[in-house]
């Protein structure tokens, strides 16, 4: 069993930052890539970016390409999800995804697990 806690949305202004973290929780050895979807108001939800935790490999959504980063800290069993330059159409809510591989997880995005979501709302 596979917890997974996102942590870091909240309200920022127009051109702002953030940063998400997702904490892997509980028996992590088969997780083996995390992506980051997110759903907005009236709209399906979408993977926007990936890592594959062996090799660090990425895909990142052409929406976010250049301004969001994904990276890991293998040790602390955590991902992060650098957002910079923040439009308000990046408002939704984000969850953090895990799987047992990149291909599973990161190319047709059918993770095992998720977790509940963290509220990112950029104004005007």
């Known amino acids: 069993q596979v917890q997974l806690v996102e942590s870091g949305g909240g309200l920022v202004e127009s051109g702002g930052s953030l940063r998400l973290s997702c904490a892997i929780r509980?028996?992590?050895?088969?997780?083996?890539?995390i992506a980051w979807f997110r759903q907005a108001p009236g709209k399906e939800r979408k993977k926007i970016s990936c890592?594959?935790?062996?090799?660090?490999?990425?895909n990142s959504h052409d929406s976010v390409e250049g301004r969001f980063t994904i990276s890991m800290d293998n040790a602390k069993h955590e991902v992060y999800l650098q957002m910079n330059n923040l439009k308000p159409e990046d408002t939704a809510v984000y969850y953090c995804?895990?799987?047992?591989?990149?291909?599973?997880?990161?190319?047709?995005?059918?993770?095992?697990?998720w977790g509940l979501g963290t509220l990112v709302f950029v104004s005007p």
């Open positions: 995804a895990a799987g047992r591989g990149f291909f599973e997880t990161c190319i047709i995005a059918e993770p095992d697990s």
């Open positions: 890592i594959d935790l062996d090799d660090g490999g990425t």
């Open positions: 509980g028996f992590t050895v088969d997780v083996k890539a």
